[in-house]
C-alpha cells in the first residue's frame, strides 16, 4: 500500500542546509511519510547526511549524471510512490503541521490537485514576513479566465506546494526545458488542466533567503524562461509593454544587454519586444516621478495563523538546529 505523504528533496551540495532540512521533515505530525533525497551529483558527500538520522524514511539517491534544477525536480518526484508529494528545497523547512494541515486540504476536496500555501522568511538567524495568498480558496481554468490576475501569483515555490502524484502525471510534471520558471509553470498547468488549486492562507513552511540561491542568482535564466513561454499559445497573450519592461530591468540589473539581445533575436522576438518598448518605457517613466498608481492589492490577504507563527517558529528552528548538533559536522567531498 503507497504511503500518504511522499518529501522529495532535490538537492546539489549544501549539507548543513540539508540537515536541516530533514531534521524538519522528521518533526512531522503526520506519520505516514517518506523522505527521498535526489543528489544531482555533488561534490560533497550527501548520502552520509541522510544516513546520519538513522530512520529508514529517509532514502538517498544519486544521479548517474547532472540533470539541472527542474530535470532533478521530476526525477525527484518519480522516486516517491507517494498520493500526495510535496517538493521541499534543500534550504528550506517545513513546519510540524505542515503535511497534516495541507493533506486534510486535499482530503477535503477531491477534484484539486494541488494545495499552495504561505511561507516566512529565513534571513540568517531571524525569521520575518510572509507571503500574502490570494483571497480566492480555489481556482480551476474557469477561475483563470473570471480573474487573469491569478497568473501574477508568484508565491509558486515546491516548498509550498502539496500535490496529487496522479495530477502531476497526468499534466506531465514539470517542463524540464526550463531553468528557473518551471515552478511557476506547473502552477499554472494544475489550474488550466490539472483540476485546480487550493490556496491555503496559513504559513507551513520556512523560505531560506541567501546569496546562493537561484532567485538571487539567475534573473537572466528567469528571462529567457519568460521568452520561450511567449512565444507558445497559451502564454501569447502576454502584453508585448511587460516583456520589453522586464528586458529593460534585467539589462539594467544584470549587465548582460548583448547577450540579452542575442537571445531575443534568436528567438525572432525583436519586432514583438520591440512594439512594447514605448509603453514600457512610459509606465517606467510613471512610475518615476510617482504617477503610477499604488493601491494595496485587494486580491490577496495576510496568512491567519500568522501572530502564532511569529511566536512559535523561533522555537522550531531552535529545535530544529539542536537536533543537528549531533550529527556528522565536517564532509569529505564524493568520489
Request: glycine letters at 4%; hydrophobic letters at 40%.
Amino acid at each position: 500500500m503507497a504511503l500518504k505523504y511522499g518529501i522529495v528533496i532535490p538537492v546539489y551540495n549544501r549539507p548543513e542546509y540539508l540537515r536541516q532540512a530533514i531534521a524538519s521533515c522528521i518533526k512531522q505530525t503526520a506519520d505516514d511519510f517518506e523522505i527521498i533525497v535526489s543528489d544531482d551529483c555533488s561534490s560533497q558527500d550527501l548520502r552520509r547526511v541522510a544516513n546520519s538520522f538513522h530512520d529508514s524514511r529517509v532514502k538517498y539517491y544519486r544521479n548517474e549524471s547532472r540533470l539541472g534544477a527542474a530535470g532533478n525536480h521530476q526525477h525527484a518526484v518519480s522516486l516517491s510512490t507517494a498520493t500526495y508529494v510535496i517538493a521541499l528545497h534543500s534550504d528550506d523547512l517545513l513546519l510540524p503541521k505542515c503535511l497534516e494541515i495541507a493533506g486534510a486540504a486535499l482530503d477535503n476536496h477531491s477534484t484539486a490537485s494541488a494545495v499552495y500555501f504561505s511561507h516566512t522568511y529565513l534571513l540568517g538567524s531571524k525569521v520575518q514576513g510572509f507571503y500574502p495568498m490570494p483571497t480566492i480558496s480555489f481556482a480551476n481554468a474557469r477561475t483563470l479566465r473570471e480573474n487573469p490576475w491569478l497568473e501574477k501569483f508568484h508565491g509558486t515555490n515546491p516548498s509550498c506546494c502539496l500535490f496529487r502524484r496522479a495530477a502531476f502525471d497526468f499534466i506531465g510534471g514539470y517542463r524540464t526545458s526550463m531553468r528557473f520558471a518551471y515552478d511557476w509553470e506547473i502552477y499554472m498547468r494544475f489550474i488550466a488542466t490539472g483540476g485546480g488549486v487550493i490556496f491555503l492562507p496559513q504559513v507551513l513552511c520556512i523560505y531560506r533567503k541567501h546569496e546562493e540561491q537561484a532567485v538571487q542568482t539567475s534573473s537572466t535564466q528567469g528571462l529567457y524562461d519568460v521568452l520561450d513561454l511567449w512565444m507558445q499559445e497559451d502564454y501569447s497573450h502576454w502584453p508585448a509593454w511587460e516583456i520589453a519592461d522586464l528586458i529593460l530591468l534585467c539589462c539594467r540589473k544584470d549587465k548582460k544587454i548583448y547577450e540579452i539581445l542575442r537571445e531575443v533575436t534568436k528567438r525572432h522576438l525583436v519586432r514583438r519586444v520591440v512594439s512594447g518598448v514605448p509603453r514600457a518605457l512610459y509606465e517606467k517613466l510613471r512610475r518615476r516621478i510617482g504617477l503610477a498608481d499604488v493601491k494595496a492589492d485587494q486580491n490577496y490577504e495576510k496568512p491567519i495563523n500568522l501572530d502564532y507563527v511569529i511566536k512559535s517558529v523561533p522555537l522550531e528552528m531552535q529545535s530544529i538546529l539542536r537536533s543537528c548538533e549531533s550529527k556528522t559536522p565536517n564532509l569529505e567531498p564524493s568520489i
